[in-house]
């Protein structure tokens, strides 16, 4: 799928599911903000440095001495839906029916991880209400008998069976990982992002890769070998979210530590 492509499904997709929920005040919503929601896998560095390629391998270290560099990252991604608790009770009470403002079922589409970028990119926007959210939740799971999801095998038939493909290198040696790991990810937002007091917002989605393929050691672990238990576990605990209007992959309201604070060590490569 093409980035145009995908900012159409997904523009429209979430418009229409966002027109049946209300604003905090429980009425029907009037004003509309443009959202865009980002990706990161690292915070760009406070001081100025050398510009990075946008195609960049990035790769972790253990503390004995094992390398892991990760060319290209692919996830199946749907059902993203931004929440307020106080919001949805009362659209509940307005429309009369959970359903109408609980989900927004779009996807699956299909992104890439910005790999040896430091900040975030883009990776869709769309028209929400105006008010405030302090979740938001998402899946990573395999494609299905769906009318969409055989529509996006037709394009992406390499990803019939499996949700998520790693390809890289581990000690030197190539390898290619695909799972059909299955995530439902709710992440709340330690500031609550407000939209209305500006026409855009930014939301980031920050992936913590050096943990994906460690060990309860710490120690880094061959993902040709790896137990899909255990990467699924680590790609669940790996995201936060957060605004991010600047796009640096860091919290504007500085409550993110980022991926490097997290690993024993972390390098774009060129």
């Not at 972790?60 to 993203?80: F, H, K, P, S, W």
């Not at 995530?183 to 980031?204: K, S, W």
Request: charged share 25%; glycine share 8%.
């Amino acid at each position: 799928m093409s980035n145009t492509t995908l900012h159409r499904v997904l523009y429209a997709g979430l418009a229409a599911g966002a027109a049946a929920c209300s604003d905090s005040a429980g009425s029907a919503p009037s004003d509309q903000v443009q959202l865009a929601v980002n990706l990161a896998t690292r915070p760009a560095p406070s001081a100025p440095t050398a510009a990075v390629a946008l195609v960049s391998p990035e790769s972790y270290t253990d503390a004995a001495g094992n390398t892991l560099t990760y060319e290209r990252v692919q996830i199946v991604l749907r059902e993203v839906e931004l929440e307020n608790e106080s919001q949805e009770d009362a659209c509940e009470e307005a429309v009369g029916d959970e359903d109408d403002c609980a989900e927004v079922e779009i996807g699956p589409f299909l992104v890439d991880l910005p790999l040896g970028e430091p900040g975030a990119s883009r990776v869709f926007a769309a028209t929400v209400p105006a008010g405030t959210y302090d979740e938001v939740k998402f899946k990573i799971r395999e494609p299905d008998d769906d009318p969409e999801d055989q529509a996006f095998l037709a394009e992406h038939p390499e990803f019939a069976d499996i949700s998520l493909r790693v390809e890289g290198s581990y000690n030197g040696t190539p390898f290619v990982f695909a799972s059909a790991v299955e995530a439902e990810l709710e992440l709340e937002l330690t500031t609550p992002i407000v939209l209305g007091q500006a026409a855009e917002a930014d939301l980031t989605l920050l992936v913590n890769l050096d943990a994906w393929f460690r060990g309860a050691d710490g120690n880094l672990i061959d993902p040709a070998t790896a137990d899909e238990s255990l990467v699924q576990d680590n790609v669940h605990s790996s995201f936060e979210a957060f605004e991010d209007e600047d796009h640096d992959g860091s919290d504007d309201h500085g409550s993110d530590d980022g991926p490097e604070d997290q690993g024993e060590s972390a390098t774009a490569g060129t």
